[in-house]
C-alpha cells in the first residue's frame, strides 16, 4: 500500500526589510526526493496555500540540479485548511527555513493536524527550523507535545552564527526547551537527529538526509 507523507512548508519570505528568508531549498528538496524515490505519495502545503518562497540563501552556482528541480513543487501548494486531516497520510514532515519562525507557530488548523497524527501514532517529523511548527502544539491532555520528549532542532548557537536571532519572533532551542523537551545538542552545524517514539526532530540542514531516513525506516517497520 502506497505511503503518503504531507509536506508542510512556509509562506513568509522576509525577516526584516531587505532581508528575505523562506524555505530552506535542500530542507525540503532533499526529503521530497528521497520520498518520493520510494514511492511515496507527497502533498506539500503551506498556510497560505500557493507558492511557497525560496530563501535565496539556500541556492547558489553549486545546488545540484535535481535540487533546482524541486523548486516546481512550492509552486502551488495546498492550503493546510484544505487537508481534511491526518488520516489520509502516514506522517507529517516539516522542513525548515527561517520562515518558518513567523507562520507555522501560530497556525491552528497545522496544530490540530500534528497533534491528529501524533496521537494516533503516525510519525511527525521536522528538520532545522521546521520545529517551529510543533510549537504550540497541545496533546489531548494538555500537555506541549514536546514535553518530556527527545527534541532536536536549529540551536542558539547555531542562530548566534547566523546573526539573525535578534530579528526573530523567539530562539528556537530556547522555546522548546520553555515548554519541557529534553533538547539534546550536537556541535554546531553538524548531522544530528532524535527519535522519542513517532517524534523524530533533526537540528539542521546538515541533518535532513538523516531525518528522512529515519521516517522512512519507520513506515517501513
Known amino acids: 500500500m502506497t505511503k503518503k507523507v504531507l509536506m508542510v512548508v512556509t509562506n513568509h519570505s522576509q525577516i526584516h526589510n531587505g532581508k528575505q528568508t523562506g524555505i530552506w531549498l535542500s530542507e525540503f528538496g532533499e526529503a ?3 520520498f518520493t524515490a520510494q514511492d511515496y505519495e507527497v502533498t506539500v502545503a503551506s498556510p497560505l496555500g500557493g507558492k511557497g518562497p525560496i530563501d535565496p540563501g539556500s541556492v547558489d552556482d ?3 540540479k535535481e535540487l533546482l528541480d524541486t523548486r516546481r513543487h512550492l509552486e502551488d501548494t495546498t492550503k493546510l485548511e484544505d ?3 491526518a488520516a489520509d497520510y502516514d506522517a ?3 522542513p525548515g527555513g527561517h520562515g518558518t519562525m513567523f507562520d507555522l507557530p501560530g497556525n491552528a488548523k497545522l496544530q490540530d493536524l500534528i497533534r491528529e497524527f501524533y496521537e494516533s501514532g503516525k510519525i511527525v517529523a521536522a528538520v532545522c527550523h521546521g520545529p517551529a511548527g510543533l510549537i504550540g502544539v497541545n496533546l489531548s491532555d494538555g500537555q506541549p ?5 527527545r527534541v532536536n532542532a536549529f540551536t542558539d548557537r547555531e542562530e548566534a ?3 539573525l536571532g535578534s530579528s526573530l519572533p523567539f530562539l528556537l532551542e530556547s522555546k522548546i526547551r520553555d515548554l519541557g523537551a529534553i533538547f539534546v545538542v550536537a556541535p554546531n552545524w553538524s548531522t544530528h537527529y532524535e527519535v522519542d517514539g513517532n517524534l523524530i526532530t533533526g537540528q539542521n540542514p546538515q541533518s535532513t ?5 529515519a521516517v522512512i525506516e519507520k513506515l517501513s517497520e
Open 62 to 64: 553549486h545546488t545540484p
Open 92 to 94: 507529517v514532515f516539516l
Open 32 to 34: 521530497y526526493l528521497k
Open 161 to 163: 552564527d547566523t546573526g
Open 83 to 85: 487537508v481534511p486531516s
Open 145 to 149: 507535545l514536546v514535553a518530556g520528549k
Open 209 to 213: 538526509v538523516a531525518v528522512t531516513n
